[in-house]
């Protein structure tokens, strides 16, 4: 198997590791940098989002490139949402309106929904709708997590 050598700064920490040409990015990320907040959901398909990280600031479905592309790029991952302990706002927000249920879905929304504020800091209810297309949630029928992206805005915009 052929294999390539890739440093990644994860949530501030920078990483050296030999890793597998074919590997995707979400298994290096879970199973190298040991952080399992990012999840699979649709068996690599890009079609679920549970795996969205961000690269560089820019939302990216961590299931749809290798480790390799990530190589001298920095990665925010949801356990790096948090500041010294601190929920973020759109992190307090999904808890105050009850955004989540089984929370799968929960880390992907937040690392898209985290660079969505930044891009439009005050959105109305359509943009955000749009803005979640590519997040599948099967528990809360998407309402609460829209009021919860617009608490964020209005705290934050
Ligand atoms: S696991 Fe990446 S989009 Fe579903
Ligand atoms: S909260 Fe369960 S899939 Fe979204």
Redesign the pocket.
Known sequence: MSTTTITVTINGETIEETVPVRMLL?DFIRERAGLTGT??????????????VQLDGEAV????MVAAQADGHAITTVEGLAEGGTLSPLQRAFNEQHALQCGYCTP?ILMNMDEFLRENPDPSDEEIRHGLV?NLCRCTGYAHIVDAVRQAAKETG
């Open positions: 979400v999840h699979i959901g649709c068996t690599y398909e890009g079609v679920c989002g549970a795996c969205t479905k961590s299931c749809l992907g590519g």
